[in-house]
């Protein structure tokens, strides 16, 4: 059987892909019994130098030829207004669909899947999550038999590679960022990639798999790392601990947590030993308890993988017959609501003077607020790290038994205006396996 495909978007990962189908097509054919034909790739400049040259005959500028001539439409433009017209678009049309959106997935992801559904078509999606891993085909297939509990992942290169520096190298974070641009982890403008941004458009996909409800993306809790501190990498490492910016998806009860933050873990756990670009995501069942997915989570290659992978179990669609495929639109009917009162561990850091009655003043606070302190860390040489400062303070550091965020919030407000208390307290959430 033949099957034709066309891509709209040609940059890093649309080259990637084309090159993957073209240099491999015997062998998938080999492999599925089915010819995958890329017959048209759309892009609105071909004059821009690729890493592999596509055919001069399957290229062209008006991306309806794509949908006009192919069986699966790829989508590979990225953003938000023209891939939803493009995707909707192929839809009526009768095409099944491909796309490594994940922006768009995360911000209307229920519509897309809802239309398809209507029309028994399929849209796949793992290169949304993960680049090369299959994380999306996991949740869907490997584990479809599990209640899933939890979700932890480190769903980010740029921001994998800058803290691993940091903890690493002893590089602050513009240095770190700075190097990671320059070996080109990063771009040129990271702010969707540091602040947590990108990371948090890809656990709320994989929220959905999870738990089978969409949620809306603005509620979603996202904090980036453009504050972390090289002092707090130093002291968290102190205390046994390694950040990382950490993606969280956990069921409650009937709540859900989403949240994305710079997190510190036990530097024991396997998460904390994903160093570098790589990425990795933790997921806890009720049957199979805890399973690991590891490997580079973006880049030309990896993506290509997950895009092509996507479209040969399209192909396998196609050649069944199949009636329709579960969304996670559909089969979950009970009422989950999003948790914003998360229920965690904390890393408190105050700059105070050196004198005494300054723990027991902001021990009190937190005993008000029935916060339980776990630990406390003062250390000479590692207060020196903290850099010359105009006023003889010291980095004083608290780190909490388990406790609600408003609480926790509520206690720094208060703290904050102490005497004592210099400057803006800093916070990091610590999550660890017995949790």
Excluded at 128 to 134: D, K, N, R, Y
Excluded at 401 to 427: R, T, W
């Amino acid at each position: 059987m033949k099957i034709k495909v066309g891509i709209v978007g040609c940059g890093v990962v649309g080259t990637g892909t084309a090159k993957l189908l073209l240099e491999n097509r015997d062998i998938i054919r080999k492999k599925t019994g089915i010819d995958f034909q890329l017959v048209k790739v759309a892009d609105l400049n071909w004059n821009k130098k690729r890493e592999y040259e596509i055919p001069q005959g399957i290229r062209t500028t008006n991306y309806k030829e794509v949908l006009e001539n192919c069986d699966v439409v790829v989508e590979l433009v990225g953003g938000l207004d023209f891939a939803k017209k493009l995707i909707l678009e192929a839809l009526e049309k009768g095409k099944h669909v491909v796309t490594a959106n994940k922006h768009l997935l995360a911000m209307d992801g229920e519509t897309l899947f809802t239309q398809a559904q209507k029309r028994n078509l399929r849209i796949g999606f793992e290169a949304s999550v993960g680049g090369g891993i299959p994380v999306v085909k996991a949740l869907r297939e490997g584990l479809v038999g599990n209640h899933i509990k939890a979700l932890y992942g480190i769903l980010n290169g740029t921001t994998n590679y800058i803290l691993t520096r940091m903890l690493e190298g002893g590089l602050s974070f513009e240095k770190a960022l700075k190097e990671a641009k320059e070996k080109g982890y990063a771009e040129a403008d990271p702010s969707l990639d540091i602040g947590g941004w990108d990371a948090a458009h890809k656990i709320n996909i994989l929220a959905s798999l999870a738990f089978g409800k969409f949620f809306p993306f603005k509620e979603v809790y996202v904090e980036g790392i453009e504050n972390i501190n090289r002092l707090d990498v130093e002291l968290g490492r102190e205390l046994g601990y390694t950040v990382k910016l950490l993606a969280i998806a956990k069921k409650v009860n009937s709540e859900v947590e989403i949240r994305v933050h710079p997190t510190f873990i036990h530097s024991e756990e396997a998460l904390a030993k994903v160093d570098g670009v790589y990425n990795a995501v933790m997921i806890e069942g009720d049957f199979v308890g805890k399973t690991m997915f590891y490997g580079k989570g973006a880049g030309s290659h990896p993506t290509a993988s997950a895009v092509v992978s996507d479209i040969v179990e399209t192909g396998k669609y196609i050649l069944c017959n199949k009636g329709g495929e579960i969304y996670p639109v559909s089969w979950e009917k009970e009422e989950i609501s999003l948790r914003k009162n998360f229920f965690s561990r904390y890393y408190l850091r105050f700059d105070v003077p050196d004198k005494p009655g300054v723990l027991a003043s902001i021990s009190r606070v937190l005993a008000d607020f029935n916060i339980s302190i776990a630990a406390v860390l003062q250390k000479e040489k590692v207060c020196q790290l903290a850099g010359k400062r105009n006023e003889p303070v010291i980095p004083l550091v608290i780190l909490t038994h388990k406790a609600y965020e408003k609480d926790i919030q509520k206690a720094l407000s208060k703290i904050k205006n102490l005497s004592v208390v210099i400057g803006e307290p800093v916070l990091i959430r610590v999550e660890e396996e017995q949790d």
